[in-house]
């Protein structure tokens, strides 16, 4: 099995995780200088959110140069040294490639704005009336442009014009880019938003439905519309076939896919013959509740949707949405339980930094917010934006990292100011206490990591349920060839007993470091036992 299907992911904000020179925002160095922390945590791979040149108005997602770094991080030099210092730990190194949209500040839409016949007037998708398509954040998604007396349109917020995807110059000017960093020796991209990226040819209407008014996993975008002209097209798998051939151009490389839709049309993306994107982001699973059910019916889904040769991910948290610690009341103890499962299931799991201490949630409010989504929906009361399931302010899962609690801004930055508040919650929830202590949610993050890449079965082997007979037990067996673990999870707050069949060769692990094992599981406990 390649790596692409075996590896653990570490999501690094670039913004928030380290600020060498004092500026208050994060940067390569800094990455560089954290670099040795997360190889000691074990992951194999490391994805970092854009850092090329922008106006920052979406913090990099709206890129203005993709071949230059944007002067806060760094520079072209830095981001080598970055690639260099990956690999010399033996890590991989994964860029976001932002290929939907630009920003309205790249040069390709400066001049493909000014009239209809310039050499990228179709660079950008352009429209003298709009039709009923929707964007996925906001009510609006074609913009009037005075200078050419026409619409453009723009699947995200209106600065993030949408690139043409029928325009052949487009494509191969962005495959370009790609082989660019690859020849630098990036081992692969996060393609964002990659299910918007064509949209149909003749501009039908989208289907108008009453039942669709809150986006969901299934039904991305919400706002009263099924997006089946502009999101998932057919076109839309062939690109990925077609950008996988570019990157099978170097060797060993990785795509994953920021999709969103039904499973049915999300796993069209990975091609029927391993010819697609490598992977793609199982969003669904990030809406969780905290129940064995919950989690045994997903698990059931993947393998039905994903099974072998596919491989699915796992995902609880990352720059858009709540902390999934905040899903479980900020409590460590169902910290520690997830971790076990995102790292036992049959998936590649993907954490976003902070998310190994059980780092909460800012306390950002919406008419604060530097997020342009906050802004789209600063009009939303506080009261109600707090209790809704997803962050309309994603400042709130952006806030600096927390290394330590002796050190201004939390080891972040020795800046007065920081670009985002530093969270007040830095008390137990910081890199340097939690090192100290060895039964801290992040040293159960580095056993598992460990253990994840020591056992075959659990990078590479097969996944079955068990059934106990108790609801608030999940409990599942990874097997490969000769060697069997059995994972048993209690999600409950009592005490359960459990009855095993089969004799119990090793306590491979455990939360709470039991060393032997009658088949009772304390509250919100969980082992890997060796069958
Ligand atoms: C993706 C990114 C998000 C960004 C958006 C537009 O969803 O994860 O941060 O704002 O695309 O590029």
Known sequence: MSWQHTTSIYQIYPRSFYDSNGDGIGDLQGIIQKLDYIQQLGFETIWISPFYKSPQDDFGYDIADYYTISPEYGTLQDAEMLIHEVHKRDMKIVFDMVMNHTSNQHHWFLESKKNKTNPKADWYIWRDQPNNWKSIVGPKAWHYCEERKQYYFASFLPFQPDLNYRCPEVKNAMFDVCRFWLSKGVDGFRLDIFNCILKDKDFKNNPFSLWHAIPSEDYPGGNFQIRKYSLNLPENFMLAKELRQVVDEFPDRLLLGEVFGK???????????NDGLHLIFLFDIVMFTFTANFFRKKILEFEQQYPSPYMPTVVFSNHDQLRSIKRIGNKLEKAKLL?????????????YNGEEIGMMDGNIAIKDGKDPVAKVYSWVPQFIADRLPVGINRDNCRTPMQWNNTEKNAGFSTADTTWLPVNTTTENRNVAQQQADKNSLLHIFKKLILLRKKWRALHRGDIEIIYTGNKNILAYTRT???????????????KISNKINQPIKEIVFSINNITTFDGVLLPYDGVILKI
């Open 263 to 273: 499973h049915e049309l999300k796993k069209k993306y990975l091609g029927e013959n």
């Open 339 to 351: 971790a076990l499962l995102q790292f036992t299931m049959r998936a590649v799991p993907t954490v």
């Open 480 to 494: 490969l060839e000769e060697e069997k673990l059995l994972v048993m999870m209690n999600f409950s707050n009592s």
